[in-house]
């Protein structure tokens, strides 16, 4: 499903690691997700949508809250170093090292209260780009 003003979303992210959100969301998203009524909401509007028809959903709970039985569950995660560059050409007006303590935070909030899910396949895309990722999640939904 295109992102309005982004590339194509990819199903379960652990930690940014590819440039496949809308710049300047994240943040906001997680100011909103802060609500427990809005999170509800979404959750279940989230929930409708993959029972409809097959989805692809991103977010650090869809695998383990919101579509628990989804066929393919897939984790991101990147080196540091390299989310923040991904990061910064995402958002040139704001300087590396508040970008790295942005993600640092961000990542130390979600850790405590969000795990991947057990049965999710961990991808490590320091290496890759969009299209490697995209390509690599490609093989295994058609695997299914």
Do not use: F, W
Not at 98 to 109: K, M, N, V, W, Y
């Amino acid at each position: 499903m295109p992102t309005p003003g982004g590339p194509h979303r990819i199903i379960e992210c652990g930690l940014p690691a590819a440039n496949a959100t809308a710049s300047g969301l994240p943040g906001a998203s997680s100011r909103v997700a802060a609500h427990p009524e809005v999170r509800e909401v979404m959750r279940e509007r989230q929930r409708e949508l993959a029972a409809q028809a097959d989805a692809v959903m991103e977010g650090r709970d869809i695998g383990t809250v919101v579509a628990p039985g989804a066929d393919v569950k897939v984790y991101l995660t990147a080196d540091e170093g390299i989310r923040t560059r991904r990061r910064q050409s995402e958002r040139p007006d704001i300087g590396a090292d508040a970008l790295a303590t942005d993600l640092r935070l961000r990542d130390a909030s979600d850790a405590s209260r969000m795990e991947p899910a057990d049965d999710a396949i961990h991808i490590d895309t320091s290496e890759l780009d969009v299209d490697g990722v995209v390509s690599l999640i490609e093989e295994l939904v058609r695997g299914v």
